[in-house]
C-alpha cells in the first residue's frame, strides 16, 4: 500500500509539473522546444518540507555560485537538484552550450586584447597614476569613463559565464547576468534590467513587487536601488550613487507613463467612438 501510495504521489506531481510547462509553453520559445526554461524553474513552488537546514547550506554554499554567482532563487535550486535529469535538459553539450561556450572565449580573449592595449584601470587603481586622469579635459574623461565602463563589463562578464557555464555542466541552470553588450542599450531601465541580470530578478521578486510592483514605480525604484547600494558596501558614497541613479531614471519613468496613460487614454476613447 505504501508503494502505491509513493507512485500516486510522484504521478499528482508529474501532472502539476506538466500543467505548469503546458502554461509556460503559451508564451515560452525555449519550452516549446521540449526544454525547461529559466522563468519555469524560477516559478516552480518548492514543498515545505524542502525548506530544511540541508538544502539550505547546500543552496548557500553550492561551489560554482558561491563566489560570485549568478544570483539563482532557492525554489529553482531546489527544483533542479531533486529533478536532475529533467534540470541538466538530458544534454550536457547541446548545440547551444558549445555555441555559449565558444563566445565566451571569444569574449574572454577581447578582454585580454583591451587590457594589452587600453589601461583604464590601471590609471584608476594605481593612485601613482592619479596626475594623468587628473590632468584630462571634459571629452578626454567622458572617454575615459566609457571605457572604463568596458573593462567593467568585460570583467563581470568572465568571471559569471565562467560560474555559469560550471553550473550548466553541473545540470544547474542559472540566468544570464550580462544578456546585453555594453553598448547596445538605449534606456536608463534597459541597461539595469541587462546589467546583473540574475540579481535584477531576485530584486523584482523579493523587494520592487511586495512593495507594489510598477503601480509604485517612481518611489520603489529608491528603495530598491537605496538596498543595492548597501548590498554593495555600508558606505554613503554608495548610497549617494544608488540615488543619483534614480534621479537620473525619473525624467525617463514619468516620460514613459504619460505616454503609456495616453495611449489607454486613446484606445479607451475609440472604443467609445
Same mark, same amino acid.
Given at each position: 500500500?505504501e508503494?502505491?501510495k509513493?507512485?500516486?504521489?510522484?504521478?499528482?506531481?508529474?501532472?502539476?509539473?506538466?500543467?505548469?510547462?503546458?502554461?509556460?509553453?503559451?508564451?515560452?520559445d525555449?519550452?516549446n522546444?521540449?526544454? &525547461?526554461?529559466?522563468?519555469?524553474?524560477?516559478?516552480?513552488?518548492?514543498?515545505?518540507?524542502?525548506?530544511?537546514?540541508?538544502? &539550505?547550506?547546500?543552496?548557500?554554499?553550492?561551489?560554482?555560485?558561491?563566489?560570485?554567482?549568478?544570483?539563482?532563487?532557492?525554489?529553482?535550486? *531546489?527544483?533542479q537538484?531533486?529533478?536532475?535529469?529533467?534540470?541538466?535538459?538530458q544534454?550536457?553539450?547541446?548545440r547551444d552550450? =558549445?555555441? &555559449?561556450?565558444?563566445?565566451?572565449?571569444? *569574449?574572454?580573449?577581447?578582454?585580454?586584447?583591451?587590457?594589452?592595449? $587600453?589601461?583604464?584601470?590601471?590609471?584608476?587603481?594605481?593612485?601613482?597614476?592619479?596626475?594623468?586622469?587628473?590632468?584630462?579635459?571634459?571629452?578626454?574623461?567622458?572617454?575615459?569613463?566609457?571605457?572604463?565602463?568596458?573593462?567593467?563589463?568585460?570583467?563581470?562578464?568572465?568571471?559569471?559565464?565562467?560560474?555559469?557555464?560550471?553550473?550548466?555542466?553541473?545540470?544547474?541552470?542559472?540566468?544570464?547576468?550580462?544578456?546585453?553588450?555594453?553598448?547596445?542599450?538605449y534606456?536608463?531601465?534597459?541597461?539595469?534590467?541587462?546589467?546583473?541580470?540574475?540579481?535584477?530578478?531576485w530584486? =523584482?521578486?523579493?523587494?520592487?513587487?511586495?512593495?507594489?510592483?510598477?503601480?509604485?514605480?517612481?518611489?520603489?525604484?529608491?528603495? *530598491?536601488?537605496?538596498?543595492?547600494?548597501?548590498?554593495?558596501?555600508?558606505?554613503?558614497?554608495?548610497? =549617494?550613487?544608488?540615488?543619483?541613479?534614480?534621479?537620473f531614471?525619473?525624467?525617463?519613468?514619468?516620460v514613459?507613463?504619460y505616454?503609456?496613460?495616453?495611449?489607454?487614454?486613446? $484606445?479607451k476613447?475609440?472604443?467609445?467612438?
Open positions: 500500500m508503494f502505491k509513493a507512485i500516486h504521489i510522484q504521478s499528482e506531481k508529474n501532472k502539476d509539473i506538466e500543467i505548469k510547462k503546458l502554461d509556460s509553453n503559451t508564451h515560452c525555449s519550452c522546444q521540449n526544454n &525547461y526554461c529559466l522563468k519555469f524553474l524560477s516559478d516552480c513552488e518548492a514543498n515545505l518540507k524542502d525548506f530544511n537546514l540541508v538544502n &539550505y547550506i547546500a543552496y548557500i554554499f553550492y561551489p560554482p555560485l558561491y563566489f560570485s554567482g549568478p544570483t539563482l532563487l532557492f525554489n529553482s535550486f *531546489v527544483f537538484v531533486k529533478n536532475f535529469k529533467i534540470s541538466q535538459h544534454n550536457y553539450l547541446s552550450k =558549445i555555441v &555559449y561556450i565558444a563566445r565566451y572565449i571569444i *569574449v574572454f580573449i577581447c578582454f585580454e586584447v583591451f587590457n594589452s592595449y $587600453i589601461y583604464v584601470n590601471a590609471y584608476l587603481t594605481n593612485k601613482y597614476n592619479k596626475f594623468i586622469w587628473e590632468s584630462f579635459d571634459h571629452y578626454t574623461y567622458s572617454a575615459f569613463c566609457f571605457f572604463l565602463l568596458i573593462f567593467i563589463w568585460f570583467k563581470f562578464t568572465v568571471i559569471w559565464r565562467t560560474s555559469r557555464i560550471w553550473a550548466w555542466l553541473d545540470g544547474i541552470y542559472t540566468e544570464e547576468n550580462m544578456n546585453r553588450c555594453i553598448c547596445n542599450n534606456s536608463f531601465e534597459g541597461f539595469w534590467r541587462a546589467w546583473h541580470r540574475s540579481f535584477n530578478i530584486l =523584482i521578486k523579493y523587494i520592487f513587487i511586495p512593495l507594489g510592483g510598477s503601480k509604485y514605480k517612481v518611489a520603489n525604484i529608491w528603495v *530598491v536601488f537605496s538596498f543595492v547600494a548597501l548590498w554593495h558596501d555600508l558606505q554613503l558614497n554608495l548610497l =549617494i550613487w544608488g540615488w543619483f541613479i534614480c534621479l531614471m525619473m525624467p525617463e519613468i514619468l514613459k507613463n505616454f503609456n496613460s495616453s495611449k489607454v487614454f486613446y $484606445i476613447f475609440r472604443k467609445l467612438t
